[in-house]
């Protein structure tokens, strides 16, 4: 069980299209979903934090107008890359939390979406 | 503030000897800490976690890791390594200053285990 799927797995577009990323939670309802972002070699940077049906609450320094989130049910939650440039190219992970927010769940990765952006 | 190190970038082991990632916290009150593994162009896989209660924990794929509270350190370790085990480790707190249940991460340890 605690299975969280990523769609695509890799995309590559040209800079200035947008991308939209989804993750979802095949088996259990997910009221909290995190957006991680990875470079090569580095740790996950935690960019936003979202709950379904409201807005998602974004990391200080990450543009919430580039990076478009919506949870809009319990199994799904969205990332988009909006005018994506070439810096935006990264290795970008969701996690889901199958409750309420605490300090108990436990978060469930998604196997991650390589984006390059040419 | 809230964080994690793990203080190695890599770590070389030889197949079938014991091996050991680091790793220390810095946390306000009781701590919530997991270690999970990470393989090539892959999310992260969950390994263990510590929350409360025996201070030695045991998780997925013959791991263990060992609550310090004096020394404030959840080190990972295997009795004997695998050429598979070769990976990404990240140890993980979660971030009790926050109501939404999102962890701190550490910066990540290569793991390389030589034949």
């Not at chain 1, 990323?21 to 990875?38: K, N, P």
Request: hydrophobic letters at 35%.
């Amino acid at each position: 069980g605690a299975v969280v799927s990523q769609h695509p797995s890799w995309v590559i577009c040209k800079s200035g299209t947008s991308v939209k990323i989804e993750c979802r939670s095949l088996d259990f309802q997910a009221t909290t979903m995190f957006w991680y972002r990875q470079f090569p070699k580095q740790s996950l940077m935690l960019m936003a934090t979202s709950n379904e049906g409201s807005k998602a609450t974004y990391e200080q320094g990450v543009e919430k107008d580039k990076f478009l989130i919506n949870h809009a049910s319990l199994t799904l939650s969205t990332l988009t890359v909006t005018s994506a440039h070439p810096e935006d190219s990264s290795f970008y992970i969701c996690s889901a939390s199958d409750r309420a927010p605490g300090h108990y769940n436990e978060q469930f990765f998604g196997p991650g979406t390589r984006l390059t952006v040419l | 503030a809230q964080s994690v190190a793990q203080p190695e970038d890599q770590v070389n082991v030889a197949e079938g000897n014991p091996l050991t990632v680091k790793c220390t916290y810095s946390v306000s009150g009781n701590p919530y800490l997991f270690w999970y593994v990470q393989y090539p162009n892959r999310g992260l896989q969950f390994l263990l976690k510590y929350i409360t209660g025996d201070n030695l924990v045991k998780g997925s794929y013959g791991f263990e890791a060992e609550f310090n509270k004096s020394q404030t350190s959840f080190h990972l370790k295997k009795p004997s390594a695998l050429v598979s085990d070769s990976a990404l480790y990240f140890c993980a707190v979660r971030d009790i200053l926050s109501n939404t249940g999102k962890l701190i991460f550490g910066q990540g340890t290569t793991l390389q285990v030589k034949p």
